[in-house]
């Protein structure tokens, strides 16, 4: 009996104390952002006490979670549809946080010079039309590269992925064929090639498959020392993915609409990179319980100044300052 | 005769060796995946993996303090709920669902059949009754999906150790006035107590490294867990997260959290095998 009681007390202390911890708020979705947001919400639980718990578990189910009511907030590295807005009972407002850059990462035995490519090659990688590294449309762009007579495997997400929205909005702008056979979306039926789950999972599965081709954000290449290719923009030059491309890709948007929706793929500019996006936290216009929306409210404060100078060493680009001005006045509209 | 003597010689060697064979895989498989575990946990394992929290996405350091008390707090649950119920059922199994009885063939029936249930299958049906109506991912809702798991193994488990209690012992108990109550409360229960608590033991062993019942139940944490209504972080989603991604570092921590929580079943393991041989539990089969 008295062990019994022991245990039982011993059990309402621990409740106790798991229940006096402060306040968490739960967000999840893109991954391509994740390594940036968990880096700001470190920093801001450090200055504050807010703890943001973030699972990078893709954009998709980050906006089925959020339409769900799981999660306090979101994020996409797509803007949501408008049916998408309105299957959720408060209405989202998007907040661009900063930009990044879609990268095709590969792994070629033996091949350690950058290599390039162009929107349609690529677009034919990923139809399955070119199937060897040696195929002479990669090698017109690539002389004095000697790429080997290896079978390209093409490595994709698997789940539904805003990293993958930007991707074919990209090669739909590029490659008719690709925008009549497989077209634009977070979750494409994919002609050929291995599904990998979040930006990690298809840079893990490129690192280990010789061979491999896959696209994940910019900082997933840098962080693991993979290589990743110069991609052909609109201007006709070839441009290495860097902050640089990525700054000049948001410089060259005409302007930013009213509700931040929007699409900078293959955008004008001799620097641009090619394949650049906005991402996107979407966060409920209403936040009824008070120390939550203080809490959310404020980290978007921090993040559009402070939080901004973290951008560049992870290879993001931060906002425009016109952008940033526009989004500071969308705080006042939370609820 | 003798071409038949050895023949049948033969058969027997052939066969001894083909049983002495795969003896010797299923043995060596452990002790391979083991070895392998603590050749690569024991050099990725060290002080700030217990006292830290995980780092952002590719980040070197940090541990995961949060998923080892996380773990521990849904097999809390699991069992608070499971073991119990699990217990229960198989005294009734055991006591009262004789042979002709159609509620108990019925019972017994669907318990196997809920053992055989995909585990990710338990957490999608976890997720639709706890999740989605509450708006929250939580550590309940974790144990909630695995003690779904645990009812199964621990009713199976009990009722067949009770039904090992010799007859006379329960005949003695009725004999000296005892109602049926007592009998199985005071005589059959703790004469088969031994063998019930390792049959527990190795049912939490095996619902604590599951994974497919938490993704989307307890769901992960990056932080402390604000309360048992909040979604926590566990051992075998983070070695999942961990083991997919790209990074030398986050591979480290993922043969880590294998080795810790491979060493937390074997404790229990031990336990079992201890509570089971120490006393005197009537022998068993």
Known sequence: MKRIYCAASLVSLLFAGLASAAETINAAGASF??????????????????????????????????????????????????????????????????????????????????????????????????????????????????LPATDIVVVHRSDGSGTTGIFT?????????????????????WPTGLGGAQNAGVAGLVKQTPGSIGYVELIYAVQNKMGYASVKNAAGKFVKPSFEGVTAAAAGMKEMPEDFRVSI?????????????????????????????????????????????????????PLPPAVVAKEKKQIALIK | MTFRNAYRKAVNNVMLTLT??????????????????????????????????PLGTGET?????????????????????????????????????????????????????????????????????????????????????????????????TEQFLSEVPRALREGSYALGATKWRTIASVVVPAARKGIMTGIILGVARISGESAPLLFTSFNNQVWSNGIQDPVASLPVMIYSHAISPYDDWHRQAWAAGLVLLVLVLIANIAARLILTRGSSPGRG
């Open chain 1, 33 to 146: 952002p994740a390594p940036i947001y968990q880096k700001w919400f470190e920093e801001y639980k450090a200055k504050t006490g807010v703890a943001i718990n973030y699972q990078g578990n893709g954009s998709s189910a980050g906006i089925k979670l959020l339409t769900d009511g799981t999660v306090d907030f979101a994020a996409s590295d797509v803007p949501m549809t408008d049916d998408q807005i309105k299957a959720v009972k408060i209405k989202p407002l998007h907040f661009p946080t900063v930009l990044g850059a879609v990268v095709l990462t590969y792994n070629i035995p033996g091949v350690t010079a950058d290599v390039q490519l162009s929107g349609p090659t690529i677009a034919d990688i990923y139809l399955g039309a070119i199937t060897k590294w040696n195929d002479p449309r990669i090698a017109a762009d690539n002389k004095g590269i000697k």
């Open chain 1, 169 to 189: 909005d990209y090669l739909a702008k590029v490659s008719p064929a690709w925008e009549k056979k497989v077209g634009r979306g977070n979750s494409v039926q």
């Open chain 1, 265 to 317: 793929a293959n955008g004008p500019g001799d620097k641009t990179y090619p394949i650049s996006s906005f991402t996107w936290m979407l966060i409920p216009s209403q936040i009824s319980d008070p120390a939550k929306k203080k809490a959310i409210t404020g980290f978007l404060t921090w993040m559009l100044t402070e939080g901004q100078k973290d951008a560049q060493a992870l290879s993001y680009a």
């Open chain 2, 61 to 157: 350091g940090g541990g995961m303090a949060n998923a080892i008390v996380g773990s521990g707090e849904i097999i809390l649950f699991a069992s608070l709920i499971g073991i119990p119920i699990g217990f229960f059922t198989g005294v009734y199994l055991s006591e009262w669902g004789g042979q002709g009885s159609v509620y108990s063939f019925v019972v017994r029936y669907m318990n196997d059949l809920l053992n055989g249930v995909p585990s990710i299958v338990i957490g999608i049906f976890a997720a639709t009754v706890l999740v989605k109506p509450l708006h929250h991912f939580s550590a309940i809702a974790g144990g909630f999906a695995l003690s779904l798991m645990l009812i199964p193994i621990t009713a199976k488990n």
């Open chain 2, 20 to 53: 002495g064979v795969c003896a010797v895989i299923t043995v060596s498989t452990l002790f391979i995946i083991l070895a392998y575990l603590v050749y690569n946990g024991g050099k990725s394992v060290n002080l700030d993996f217990f006292i830290k929290l």
